[in-house]
């Protein structure tokens, strides 16, 4: 059994929509939930569906207790809505098997400070008649790992920066799991 552990700082429902995915799963189990944030929705999202959870600070991230922990208990990781940079021992410790998605087609609106409705609302800004996301392998720099899927959606002029998250949050939802089922079938 593949055990995957989420990175996430956020209310958690791509982490949910994972979590069910696998709940029945001879494949793979989320093994843990971990965030950065205490206040993040993803921990009761978690608790509720019995996943052992984990809050760690910026400053933990970079330990060897906390790699430790990681080789202990993940086989594969998944960001899913987690804002920091991912340390370069854990890229290192963890080659093709740290994922992340991202609310845009990348290369574009990506890198540090791309994130959620900053992404959307540039979308929106710039006129762009297609948006999607960007499922992509972490390496050391922000949202330049190579690119796994994408997924476009059409946009209309009429669209809001909250209509753009809507039609990407679906994607996420309707894509994610899969994508990550896929890779682990090919480990």
């Known amino acids: 059994m593949i055990r995957i552990i989420i990175f996430a700082s956020g209310s958690g429902t791509n982490a949910e929509n994972i979590i069910e995915y696998f709940s029945e799963s001879d494949l793979a189990t989320v093994s843990c939930v971990v965030t950065n944030n205490a206040k993040a929705g993803v921990l009761e999202r978690a608790k509720r569906l019995g996943i052992p959870t984990r809050i760690f600070s910026k ?3 970079h330990k060897p207790e906390f790699l430790s922990f990681l080789n202990k208990n993940a086989d ?31 290369p574009k609106y990506g890198g540090k400070g791309m994130y959620g409705m ?9 006129k762009e008649p297609k948006s999607g996301i960007t499922i992509h392998y972490v390496n050391e720099n922000y949202d330049e790992g190579a690119i796994i899927f994408q997924k476009s959606v059409d946009l209309t002029a009429q669209d809001t920066p909250d209509d753009v998250a809507a039609k990407i949050h679906q994607l996420e939802q309707e894509n994610f799991p899969r994508v990550i089922e896929s890779l682990l079938k090919s480990l």
């Open 118 to 126: 900053h992404v959307h609302r540039s979308v929106v800004e710039n």
């Open 76 to 106: 594969f990781i998944v960001l899913a809505g987690f804002l920091l940079k991912i340390p370069d021992q854990m890229i290192h410790d963890f080659p093709n098997t740290i994922i992340n998605i991202h609310p845009a087609l990348l």
């Open 59 to 61: 400053h933990e991230m």
